[in-house]
């Protein structure tokens, strides 16, 4: 299972945030400053072993992922917006067409699956704070779950942002 730590825990900077694999780190995520992502709010930077990665919002209903070194315009994740009211999504990951499935309404969970297979699941680690866990299947790239991992950050701060509002 892999989880969203606490920033700046195991080893990591303040304002980074290490992505878990059983509790061993694999991955960080760090969340783009507005000098370096046109809305900062929804973007950051994810380092997966030798390779970096640029997340961010990519129009209006999207969120895409990219190696750091590629042009702004080049995607190889994405997530699209179906519908608002439903907040429905579909997803591309590195040309795997992934459909997006809501498990829970109260805790914002969801189920990837592609082709009829699950390829993981979406949970939380509870209490005040929740973060956002991810349960994998054998073969999803770790590139791909970090993404999904990002992406369930995001929807879960947008939602945190509607209640409040």
Known sequence: ML?????????????????????????????????????????ATAEVGDRNWAFQRGGTRELVGRWAQEPAESVRLRAHQVSVW?????????????????????KGTHRYESGGRRLAESGTTGGWKPRP?????????????????????????????AAAA
């Open 3 to 43: 989880e969203l730590g606490k920033s700046g825990s195991h080893g990591t900077d303040r304002g980074i945030v290490p992505v878990l694999s059983d509790g061993a780190l694999v991955a960080t995520l760090r969340a783009a400053t507005w000098k370096e992502a046109a809305n900062w709010k929804e973007a």
């Open 86 to 106: 439903k907040d429905s999504w579909t997803m591309e990951l590195d040309g795997l067409a992934v459909d997006v499935a809501r498990t829970s309404i109260w």
């Open 133 to 161: 866990t991810l349960t994998t299947e054998p073969g999803l790239p770790l590139d791909s779950a970090v993404f999904l991992l990002w992406f369930e950050f995001v929807l879960g701060r947008r939602r945190i942002a």
